[in-house]
């Protein structure tokens, strides 16, 4: 039967549409439901095989944790600065506890993690060893929660509901979402005139009959109908008839490298991929949920509200390990192509950058400082870093760590025009601005192979030259050009006034 849903009205979606939308994510709000898991991760390198069986010995070296599944999107809405509660269910495990104690400790999150005893609760452990994903163990349950348990779940997102504007349902059959719990959060949703949007699981879509979005992959798609999905015209045909047999509002259809589409009371529309790279797959799918909903949210259309979810999405798979998209790398992909500004980042994505260039192989540079009035003496010192390395990073002091440093007066330029500049010298590919008065704890962070300074230093005066040599780094000495200061620059102006 036809979903009865009143068409929306179709126009592609402008780019500066979009950007416009980008700071309104963060005044959104969304409920996201369903099942949660601990992702573990343990990196380390391989130097030998074990001798009591023909499998490498990963020798561990880091480990990280961060909530999956539900949590995932819970953590892309956050990246995105968007209001959320998280409803899920754990068990009376350490897995279960650490994933409270990660949550409870998250920004913009209100939390409702319920608590059931004797399960197991989902637990994925991957081990990595240059980049390279050996082995993933999982700890897992996927038997439907108690009918009590889930009688409670729906009365807490009732209210959760009322007190947001869209839903996510993000079910990875472990349990959370199984039975009848879906269908009537669903009917809750639609009660309380909520829009609904589900990341679904499983060949059988009469559960989540009557959302209002659905957001199948192309596979899922295939084993949810039963139809061929191997051309555009299968795959919308296959869509239709989703749509169609179950009264959802609209099908987005996500395509790996052939990007997404989207079949609603409109018709079809098409979105390429986004990506310049792709290093990861994993969570792209929770990306392209919680995008969406931000989007609706924050009032978008639907068409534009996928648009923005795919261009996230074309971030992440560019990524280490299930990552978010934040509004400044939204901002920047839909900036204008080659911009320079793309190389101004935050903290995190210098990091998850640097990741990416190390997964290739490449060396990375890494040097700092004010660069007030950049000139010539500064162009020859990164030009001399740039040649000794694959990719330079530049730390850049904070107006507020320049004015500690250098007193008041400085700096003569804010931070925004000083990291343009820097940018847009083919020498360097990344510029990260920090607050703190040396580049230490961002040193730290981003661990590169070469560290550059001038030839005024010398290799016991330069800051984390120590931290360099325990992680296998090198300290450089730059030459410097003779007759080239800001400070003095600063000082001639100041007596020609």
Known sequence: MESGRTPLPRRTPAVADLADAVPRLARSNVTVIGDIMLDRYLYGTVRRISPEAPVPILAVERESVMPGGAGNVMRNLTALGVATALISVVGDDPAGAELTGLIGGQAGVEPWLLVEGGRTTTLKVRYIANGQQLLRADHEETVPIAAALSERLVRIAKDAMAATSVTILSDYAKGALAGETAAALIEAARTLGRTIVVDPKGSDYRRYAGADIVTPNRRELAEATGMPVDSEAALIEAAAALREAHGFGAVLVTRSEDGMTLLDGSGPQHFPAEAAEVFDVSGAGDTVVATLAAGLAAGLELPAAARLANI?????????????ARPEELLAALSAEGSCLRKVVSREAAIEQVERWRRKGWRIGFTNGCFD??????????EQARGACDRLVVGLNSDASVRRLKGAGRPVQPEAARAAVLASLAAVDLVCIFEEDTPLALMTELRPDLLVKGSDYTLETVVGAEDMRRWGGRVML?????GHSTTATVARLKAGD
Do not use: D, N, Q
Not at 373 to 382: F, I
Not at 478 to 482: F, G, I, K, T
């Open 312 to 324: 996230a999405a074309g971030i992440v798979v560019g990524k280490i390990g299930t990552a978010a």
């Open 373 to 382: 009035l950049l000139h010539p003496g500064h162009v020859h010192l990164l």
């Open 478 to 482: 730059a030459e410097l050009l003779p």
